[in-house]
């Protein structure tokens, strides 16, 4: 039996634009997803990961740099534009972006509200958002283990979903992200958590 099992990969298109947008519940999903996906995909890390010194650091740099990570800032409303506008200039070069709308790993297996940078995205340029559902990454690399265990994992792509409308119209952007979260949480079967994840 594969270690991952892929549903509905034929859903992500083959060339142009496209975000994924996530459930979020273990620290490897970004590299689960990218083994899943026919395309490269390319996700914000945390800037500390590219920062580190000695050889652990030089082996996390070359990590995130292997697999095409790219460095953001974290904590202010700057810093959350900044990695929006880097965002749009993957999208932009006709490339895939992934983001966990839910902004952090849910603790619980539950599925939070989505934080509206993801309609952004996708009333900004246009790209089809492709939601994705991971199932089994809180067992394989259980929150606070650093070494994954063996352990099945499913990722389900669903159908693409286009989205019109203003990007500056608070409305429009929480309209869609809603909709997309829908989506996630129809593929994925979680309980579904009307707040923000902490």
Do not use: C
């Not at 945390?46 to 460095?71: H, I, N």
């Not at 895939?96 to 952090?104: A, D, L, R």
């Not at 070494?147 to 979903?161: A, I, S």
């Not at 869609?176 to 979260?181: G, L």
Request: hydrophobic residues 40%.
């Amino acid at each position: 039996m594969p270690l991952i099992r892929v549903e509905g990969r034929e859903h992500l298109p083959r060339t142009g634009a496209v975000v994924l947008a996530s459930n979020h519940l273990s620290f490897i999903d970004s590299v689960v997803i990218r083994l899943a996906a026919p395309r490269r995909v390319t996700f914000l890390a945390k800037d500390e990961y590219f920062t580190g010194r000695g050889l652990r650091g030089r082996l996390v740099r070359w990590f995130f740099t292997a697999v095409g990570s790219v460095p953001v800032s974290r904590g202010s409303h700057r810093a959350a534009q900044a990695a929006l506008d880097t965002a749009r200039e993957v999208l932009d070069g006709g490339n895939v972006f992934g983001i966990y709308p839910e902004g952090t790993r849910s603790l619980d297996g539950k599925l939070y509200r989505g934080r509206t940078g993801v309609a952004w995205l996708a009333l900004a340029t246009g790209a089809p958002v492709v939601p994705v559902a991971l199932a089994g990454t809180e067992r394989l690399q259980p929150v606070g283990k650093r070494v994954p265990r063996p352990h099945r994992v499913t990722v389900r792509f669903g159908p693409p979903m286009t989205f019109l409308g203003d990007p500056k119209s608070a409305r429009a952007r929480r309209a869609v992200t809603d909709e997309v979260m829908l989506a996630i949480g129809e593929l994925s079967g979680q309980e579904r958590a009307d707040r923000f994840a902490a």
